[in-house]
């Protein structure tokens, strides 16, 4: 089994940064892909970004381009997203998420992971 814990959300005004971390435990090594989404009330949950632990390769969702940016610390099993320019656009319960190891291409689906954290709130005034 695999733990994901989010931390660093908060109440922030537009044009400020947050960084998110997304500490991981248990069997890590059953991990390669971790991913970020985020459920804005009354909304579908989306996808913002993806990293591959193995490679630090990324992906983005459109709306994040140029402002957020994913990261890891494989040695802290800790994965970072940081928020830069924020809207109130960007308000929404935050998750972090782990896909198992052997897929090659990052995914934006939700459906393609398997473990998930409890959220971190992140609340954007204008």
């Known amino acids: 089994q695999v733990l994901l814990v989010e931390s660093g959300g908060g109440l922030v005004q537009a044009g400020d940064s947050l960084r998110l971390s997304c500490a991981a435990s248990?069997?890590?090594?059953?991990?390669?892909?971790m991913g970020w989404f985020r459920q804005a009330p009354g909304k579908e949950r989306e996808f913002v970004a993806t990293i591959s632990l193995s490679r630090g390769s990324t992906y983005y969702a459109e709306s994040g381009k140029g402002r957020f940016t994913v990261s890891r610390d494989n040695a802290k099993n800790t994965v970072y997203l940081e928020m830069n320019s924020l809207k109130p656009e960007d308000t929404a319960v935050y998750y972090c998420a782990g896909r198992y190891c052997g897929y090659r291409t990052l995914s934006s689906a939700s459906y393609d992971y398997s473990y998930w954290g409890q959220g971190t709130q992140v609340t954007v005034s204008p």
């Open positions: 248990g069997r890590t090594s059953s991990l390669d892909h």
